[in-house]
């Protein structure tokens, strides 16, 4: 079975600075999929970043990147610059290679103060 | 092109009453999947759809069901509903069933169950 964690319920930064966060998975399969996902209040996911597990290098999206440790299965999001639009909830995703189906963690709520 | 819709909404039903909730994917796309959302955590996959087959099923009870039509579209059915059913029911589209490809969400259906 997959299972994601994301042990930060709430974090806040301020605006223009930059903010990690973070998620760990356990599965025993070698190729797979992670994601970051966006939920801002109309409540509509939003693909932030995604990275492949056959890919060492990490992905990145002009102010999103993320921290890929496969032997930790740790998968963690860096936001730079942070702006009032990033204020959302942030989920982790797993994805197996041969399927449709995400596993979700619990979500980081995120506030920008300006 | 429109995104993934959804209807209704919001929807408020009584307890042991149906529901169907609706979604039309993104035009070409293929696959269906359907995510239940309850307050304060991420979304549990339900039911996925290729090709009007059912490609996966989550862990829930055979009151929910589903089924994908000749154009692609999709309901999701669930009888004798309960308190705990209140959630946000997503849909989302992909163009084949394999993760290789960008799945998007639509806004997703608030049900209420008093």
């Known amino acids: 079975a997959q299972t994601v964690t994301q042990s930060q319920p709430e974090m806040s930064v301020q605006e223009a600075e930059t903010v990690t966060l973070s998620c760990t998975y356990d599965?025993?399969?070698?190729?797979?999929?992670l994601f970051w996902y966006k939920q801002p209040p109309s409540r509509q996911m939003i693909l932030v970043i995604r990275?492949?597990?056959?890919?060492?290098q990490n992905a990145t999206e002009n102010r999103f990147s993320v921290n890929f440790q496969k032997a930790a299965k740790s998968f963690s999001l860096k936001i730079s610059d942070s702006q009032l639009g990033d204020t959302a909830m942030y989920f982790c995703a797993f994805m197996k290679p041969d399927g449709n189906q995400f596993y979700f963690g619990t979500g980081t709520s995120l506030t920008v103060i300006p | 092109d429109a995104g993934v819709t959804q209807s209704p909404t919001h929807l408020i039903k009584t307890r042991g009453q149906q529901v169907t909730l609706r979604c039309s994917p993104i035009s070409g796309h293929k696959s269906v999947s359907w995510y239940q959302q309850v307050l304060g955590q991420g979304p549990q996959f339900i039911f996925q759809?290729?090709?009007?087959?059912?490609?996966g099923r989550g862990n829930f009870p055979d009151r929910f069901s589903a089924r994908q039509f000749p154009n692609y579209s999709s309901e999701l059915n669930v009888n004798a509903l309960l308190l705990g059913d209140s959630a946000l029911y997503l849909c989302a589209s992909s163009l084949a069933d394999y993760s290789g490809n960008t799945i998007y969400f639509g806004e997703g259906s608030w049900l209420t169950v008093v």
């Open positions: 599965t025993s399969e070698n190729n797979y999929y």
């Open positions: 990275q492949e597990a056959y890919k060492q």
């Open positions: 759809y290729y090709e009007k087959e059912e490609r």
